[in-house]
């Protein structure tokens, strides 16, 4: 059974910089797409960035210069790098694994990403 964790959300000011992390267990492989996905209160959930096996990324056009995705796959895991955050990067981030084949989606349960003074 597939099981994402994030971690690292919090409280920062704008401006300022986190890392999140998510830790995959359960089979993930090199056939899954990672990615984190974003979700402010009243909107609806949305891609941030996403990252193939062999080291590909996509990120949203809100994010292209500030955030940047990794993926160590020995550890089975994806990190989330933010800078020069701002108030509209508020919201709950999840992260995903897509199988590239079947389009399988696992979620984790989110982390709380505050931007505020």
């Known amino acids: 059974q597939v099981q994402l964790v ?3 959300g919090g409280l920062v000011q704008p401006g300022g910089s986190l ?12 056939r899954y797409v990672m990615g984190w996905y ?6 609806q959930r949305d891609l941030v960035a996403t990252i193939t096996s062999g080291g590909s990324t996509d990120y ?3 994010v292209k210069g500030r955030f940047t995705i990794s993926r160590d ?9 933010m800078n020069s955050l701002n108030p ?3 919201a709950v ?6 199988h590239f084949i079947y389009r399988t989606d696992y979620w984790g349960q989110g982390t709380q990403v505050t931007v505020s003074s």
Do not use: F, H, M
């Open 6 to 8: 994030e971690s690292g």
């Open 19 to 30: 890392r999140l992390s998510c830790a995959a267990s359960g089979g993930i492989n090199s």
């Open 38 to 43: 974003r979700q402010a209160p009243g909107k």
């Open 60 to 62: 949203a056009d809100s």
């Open 73 to 81: 796959n020995a550890k089975s895991a994806v990190y989330l790098q």
């Open 88 to 90: 509209e990067d508020t």
């Open 93 to 98: 981030y999840y992260c995903n694994a897509r």
